[in-house]
């Protein structure tokens, strides 16, 4: 399924013809994504260190407002609806957070902008209930 819906996101290089979405070549038009029309979320904040591991968690110090401010042309009002639905603290460094509100922010910086066509991979992975909720 993962592989699937990567795919569906560009993520993945296929023959031009293959993979389409909403018209246009999933992997070669890269304005799907660019544009944030196609949106993927999913998977692991992740890095392989060597001496340490593959899939090692993406963590630094730095707090979590630093991620949600990375992503530019995003909606004021938006942001603070999804701090506040995912029970972010803007506050939270990123290295000293449980896999759970490292997976909050992941989830909130992949919807801060707004989309045509957005793919959720295993996203509740992770969260307690009541985040699933």
């Known amino acids: 399924k993962t592989t699937l819906l990567k795919t569906l996101a560009g993520k993945h290089m296929v023959p031009e013809h293959m993979v389409r979405v909403m018209g246009e070549s999933a992997f070669h038009a890269t304005a799907l994504t660019t544009s944030g029309a196609l949106a993927y979320v999913g998977g692991n904040w992740t890095r392989d260190v060597a001496f340490a591991g593959y899939a090692v968690p993406l963590a630094g110090d730095f707090?979590?407002?630093k991620m949600l401010d990375s992503v530019p042309g995003v909606d004021p009002a938006r942001k603070e609806r999804l701090i506040k639905v995912l029970d972010i603290n803007p506050e939270w460094r990123?290295?000293?957070v449980s896999d759970g509100q490292r997976r909050r922010v992941q989830i909130a910086v992949g919807l801060l902008r707004p989309?045509?066509?957005l793919l959720l991979d295993e996203i509740t992975v992770d969260l307690d209930v009541?985040?699933?909720?």
Do not use: N
Not at 130 to 133: D, E, I, K, N, P
């Open 63 to 65: 707090p979590a407002q």
């Open 94 to 96: 990123m290295h000293m």
């Open 115 to 117: 989309f045509k066509v």
């Open 130 to 133: 009541l985040g699933r909720a």
